[in-house]
């Protein structure tokens, strides 16, 4: 139940929607004051979330901080990497692995597994029926990408129930707990994304250390071209905003 409507909660609270709902507000009502009133809200509410400036600030705030390779002193037994946009198939004819806009997830794990700052890789998360009834989910298509590149199949393992950050945690607990308890273990997922899942896997009593990859925000050079709306910024924020709301849901559920 919790799933269904997390996905319901997500259309109705996203940037977007927001702004949908006040324009057929605004077409709707039948005052002119109110009209104008939700037209300027929805002006106002698109420059600040269209803002490269503003965004890249806010997102700097909320993700965690860069960690190097050099910076990783302990070798850990397991990297749990949580996917999620990590493959994505463009083409049915599609035969070979294709990265989704949180690839660099998988970039991050396999040059872990090379410096030997992971033994083995625990890959985490379900994929649409279609292609997990083709054995072609992205848990296993991020595994071919990392075994073609040179990392041993035998050193990487599966978890593909998982379809949120909650069960992420919970069925790769039980693996961990079953195969390498009381081990360390070190968690790969996008910078935005590791409070939830660093908290979530707190909480099922799983201590792991965050390696973050895929940063969205930037080093704030302040630029003239910062202040005209755009597009990406929108997009960076309406990710930002969705990882927010679905952390304090998670908080209120005591799943983080």
């Known amino acids: 139940m919790f799933f269904f409507l997390s996905k319901a909660i997500d259309f109705l609270i996203m940037p977007l929607s927001i702004v949908l709902f006040i324009l057929i507000y605004a077409f709707l009502v039948k005052s ?24 890249t600030k806010f997102v700097n705030a909320w993700e965690y901080k860069f960690v190097n390779l050099g910076e990783v002193k302990k070798t850990y037994d397991v990297g749990i990497l949580l996917s999620g946009g990590l493959i994505t198939h463009t083409t049915p004819r599609q035969d070979h692995p294709a990265m989704g806009g949180n690839g660099d997830r998988v970039l991050q794990t396999y040059l872990l597994y090379k410096h030997g700052k992971i033994r083995k890789i625990l890959i985490t998360g379900t994929s649409v029926g279609r292609l997990m009834d083709m054995k072609q989910g992205e848990t296993r298509q991020a595994a071919l990408l990392l075994v073609s590149w040179g990392v041993p199949a035998n050193d990487i393992l599966f978890e593909e129930k998982a379809r949120n950050t909650r069960e992420n945690a919970v069925y790769s607990g039980r693996i961990l707990n079953k195969m390498f308890p009381s081990k360390k273990y070190l968690l790969i997922t996008s910078a935005f994304h590791m409070r939830r899942s660093t908290g979530c896997f707190e909480k099922i009593g799983i201590k792991t250390d965050p390696f973050p990859a895929d940063f969205r925000g930037g080093y704030n050079r302040f630029a003239t071209q910062k202040l005209v709306p755009d597009p990406e910024a929108f997009a960076h924020f309406s990710t930002l905003w969705h990882e927010i709301v679905g952390y304090l849901v998670y908080k209120a559920v005591g799943y983080c």
Request: proline residues 0%.
């Open 32 to 55: 002119d004051r109110r009209r104008r009133q939700a037209v300027g809200l929805t002006i106002v509410s698109l420059l600040l979330a269209s803002n490269s400036y503003l965004v």
